[in-house]
Nanobody
Framework: QVQLVESGGGLVQVGGSLRLSCAAS????????VGWFRQAPGKEREFVAA???????SYGDSVKGRFTISRDNIKNTVDLQMNGLKPEDTAAYYC?????????????????WGQGTQVTVSS
């Protein structure tokens, strides 16, 4: 079992920044691929970014150039730095992990999920 806990959400104005963090515990392994997803009310869960244990990255089209994902394999944390926030970034943000070294952008490929942290961008 792997437990994931997100932190760092909150309320921010348009153009502002937030840094989310995902802490993993339990049967953790640095070879996991970790992804961030988000879900706004009434919408499907959307891929935001992912990172493999070797540092391979992938970003959703809507966040490219604004968000940066990083990981610390010693601390078992994965961070999501969000800059230039827009009202459409408002959502619950979830981190997820899969036992593979390859990146996938669909929720079906991720077995472990955190409880989520809310990000609200006000205009």
């Amino acid at each position: 079992q792997v437990q994931l806990v997100e932190s760092g959400g909150g309320l921010v104005q348009v153009g502002g920044s937030l840094r989310l963090s995902c802490a993993a515990s339990g049967r953790t392994s640095s070879t996991y691929t970790v992804g961030w997803f988000r879900q706004a009310p009434g919408k499907e869960r959307e891929f935001v970014a992912a990172i493999t244990w070797t540092g391979m990255l992938s970003y959703g089209d809507s966040v490219k150039g604004r968000f940066t994902i990083s990981r610390d394999n010693i601390k078992n944390t994965v961070d999501l730095q969000m800059n230039g926030l827009k009202p459409e970034d408002t959502a619950a943000y979830y981190c997820a992990a899969r036992e593979s070294s390859s990146i996938r952008t669909h929720t079906d490929y991720y077995y472990y999920w955190g409880q989520g942290t809310q990000v609200t961008v006000s205009s």
